[in-house]
């Protein structure tokens, strides 16, 4: 600039340097505004995790479900678990056992939070 006297060419690098950090800062922001606002994670679909609660025997139906991502390697899921029958609590730990091994293995998810319910009236639509 100064041997030649060309004073724009700093103004038009700072913009290319800033419209290069912009660009290339997108995807994060992007990904920390889906975390930030509990958005399903990318590659999880809510119906095959409804799908492969329902599997369970002991399970009538799965509904108020949420899964969201904590941070950048942890998934959480909470849902209303419906028994068929009035169990035994010991049994129902033995389910949500089994449940979260298999929902961590097929999907990920490494943190389980469930409402177990026998015979409740409420809602029984799947919420995402």
Known sequence: ????????????????????????????VKESSAILMQFTPKGINVDEVVRSIEEEPEIEDVHHIHVWKLDDNHIHLEAHLDFKEDVALSVSN???????????????????????????????????
């Open 1 to 28: 600039m100064y041997y030649f006297g060309i004073f724009w060419i700093d103004p038009l690098i700072s913009a290319l340097i800033a419209f290069y950090l912009i660009w290339a800062s997108f995807g994060l």
């Open 94 to 128: 033995h389910v949500i056992d089994s449940l979260e091994k298999k929902l961590h293995k097929s999907f990920d998810i490494e943190h389980t939070t469930f409402q177990c319910e026998y015979q409740r009236s409420d809602d029984k639509h799947v919420i995402v």
